[in-house]
């Protein structure tokens, strides 16, 4: 077997035919029908369906092309890592977020990187839910993750900084005149939330839990931060999201809580990082974190903030 057919396998896996793997891949459909041909000879199964839609993976087929998946990045960034000892780095990053968090502080952090490495290709992409992140770091798939600290952090996690968390109310809403709202005045508001698997829903879930006297009832639910804040800037409920993750324009109704919610964020980094990787890290240290005086347009109140231990995935920290 050979990186080679790898490569035409998940090509042929992505794009649901040899011909669309072909182009992809800038070679002859017959080269890429005979590598699959003898890829399948030595392993002895079935690796692709045909159907009315083209091609499918079996289930030996998907087992392998997870693994495939592992060793054609891990080849990938073995180039890339020899050629930046020769002064020209290039390759691919993968970098994964949770959702919502680095919303404002990654662009900064990535244009500095591109100028410092301009042929390196960074593919971002955002999962809501921090197991699968775990999940994915562990199969040695990611380069860089940014997350919420959680008891099942690895060890070697970099703390970058606290993520804030903060209400976004409807125009024109009564607790919009308060500089901070307290958690007990939303009692009985409809909430815009985030789907069930989500972290985000699991903060919410967590503030509820820590404060009996909220009984909210569910408006809507959505899977994206930008969603909720429009959802909830239109009236249809209030919602709760990191600070950072405020798209502009909404700020202004946008005010902290008490008791503060907060979550550290972290940034796991592969083993055996390249200087892409260790660069990338060094930036987004770089950022302002926790800076929600910034973000808000009313003057915040002076209450202390404090950051807790981490907790269970997805719980909120830092409560006072």
């Not at 985030?194 to 009996?212: C, H, K, M, P, Q």
Request: proline share 5%.
């Amino acid at each position: 077997m050979s990186l080679r057919q790898f490569e035409y396998a998940l090509a042929v896996a992505a794009e649901g035919s040899v011909t669309a793997a072909a182009e992809l891949l800038h070679v002859a459909q017959p080269s890429v029908s005979q590598q699959i041909r003898n890829l399948e000879r030595e392993l002895g199964v079935t690796l692709f369906a045909r159907t009315s839609t083209g091609l499918v993976p079996t289930v030996a087929g998907r087992a392998f092309l997870r693994e495939a998946e592992v060793a054609v990045s891990a080849a990938r960034r073995a180039r890339a890592t020899a050629q930046a000892g020769a002064g020209a780095l290039v390759g691919e990053l993968v970098v994964a977020v949770q959702m919502g968090f680095g919303t404002r502080q990654l662009p900064g952090a990535l244009s500095a990187l591109r100028r410092r490495f301009p042929r390196v290709e960074v593919t971002v992409f955002e999962e809501p839910s921090s197991a699968e992140l775990e999940r994915l770091c562990s199969r040695g798939v990611l380069d860089l993750a940014l997350m919420a600290a959680c008891d099942r952090s690895p060890d070697d996690a970099h703390h970058l900084g606290d993520e804030e968390f903060v209400v976004v109310l409807g125009a024109g809403h009564r607790l919009l005149a308060a500089d901070r709202v307290e958690l007990r005045e939303l009692d009985g508001e409809p909430w815009v939330r985030f789907d069930r698997d989500s972290a985000l829903d699991g903060v919410l879930l967590n503030v509820l839990r820590d404060n009996d006297e909220l009984t909210p009832t569910t408006a809507a639910r959505v899977s994206q931060t930008v969603t909720a804040v429009r959802w909830a800037a239109h009236g249809l409920g209030v919602t709760l999201v990191p600070a950072s993750a405020v798209p502009h324009d909404y700020e202004h109704l946008v005010r902290p809580v008490f008791p503060v919610v907060s979550q550290p964020v972290i940034a796991v980094v592969r083993p055996g990082a390249g200087p892409a990787e260790t660069t990338l890290l060094e930036l987004v240290r770089q950022e302002t974190w926790y800076d929600t005086a910034s973000l808000l347009t009313g003057v915040l109140t002076a209450e202390a903030k404090s950051v807790g231990d981490p907790g269970r995935c997805g719980e909120p920290l830092g409560r006072s």
